[in-house]
C-alpha cells in the first residue's frame, strides 16, 4: 500500500491550493484519510481528517480556510487550502487508516497504517 500526495507548491499570502492524495493498493471508501503537516523545525500535526459517514474535523487554525473532501469514484482525497497563510508553510502528508478515527485519536500519528511521501507547500508574505 503506498500513497502519492501531490499538488504543494509556492503562493502568496491569500492564495490557494488543492492537495491530492490517491492510493495504491488501497481504497478511500472506509476508513479515515488524514492530512498532517511539518514545518521546519516543527513537530507534526494533524491538519484534517475525513472518515466514512461522519463529519470531518479540522485543526482550529485552518477551519473555514481548509476543506478536506473525498471522491470514492476516483478513490482521491483532497485538501482545498484558501487564504493560506505563511505559518501554513510545511510539507503536507497524507495518511490513512483502515479505521473510523473519532475526535480523541484522529490527531495521534500512529492511529494511521499509511502514508504518503509529502508535498511541499509554501507560503511567502
Known amino acids: 500500500v503506498q500513497l502519492q500526495a501531490s499538488g504543494g507548491g509556492s503562493v502568496e499570502t491569500g492564495g490557494s491550493l488543492r492537495l491530492s492524495c490517491t492510493p495504491s493498493?488501497?481504497?478511500?471508501?472506509?476508513?479515515?484519510t488524514a492530512w498532517f503537516r511539518q514545518a521546519p523545525g516543527k513537530e507534526r500535526e494533524a491538519v484534517s481528517v475525513i472518515r466514512s459517514f461522519s463529519v470531518p474535523y479540522y485543526l482550529e487554525s485552518v477551519r473555514g480556510r481548509f476543506t478536506i473532501s473525498r471522491d470514492n469514484a476516483k478513490n482521491m482525497v483532497y485538501l482545498q487550502m484558501n487564504s493560506l497563510k505563511p505559518e501554513d508553510t510545511a510539507v503536507y502528508f497524507c495518511a490513512a487508516s483502515r479505521r473510523g478515527l473519532i475526535s480523541s485519536n484522529w490527531k495521534v500519528s500512529t492511529s494511521y497504517e499509511h502514508w504518503g511521501q509529502g508535498t511541499l507547500v509554501t507560503v511567502s508574505s
Open positions: 493498493g488501497f481504497t478511500f471508501n472506509f476508513g479515515s
